[in-house]
């Protein structure tokens, strides 16, 4: 059995063309170059920051490459 290549298709907001999409958060609409999701750069910056400030501090500790992974587990408490 043959499957379809893996790509989705969305409807543009903007025109209401069915336009290919990439699942990227910047894809553009084939017809009208729109955003096929206009909230998706944003959406995609937010998660980005949120990542990032949400990280325990202690993962961002130095780790000595020469400590084996159960000593780094017990320091900072990668199992918990
Ligand atoms: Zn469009």
């Not at 325990?56 to 490459?65: E, G, H, R, V």
């Amino acid at each position: 059995m043959e499957r379809p290549p893996l790509s989705a298709t969305k409807r543009c907001p903007h025109c209401g063309q069915w336009s290919a999409h990439q699942l990227q958060p910047d894809d553009r609409c084939e017809h009208c170059q729109e955003l096929l999701d206009p909230f998706g750069p944003q959406r995609q910056a937010e998660l980005a920051r949120a990542w990032k400030w949400e990280m325990p501090p202690m993962l961002l500790l130095p780790i000595p490459p020469t400590d084996p992974a159960w000593l780094r587990a017990l320091k900072y408490g990668v199992v918990q």
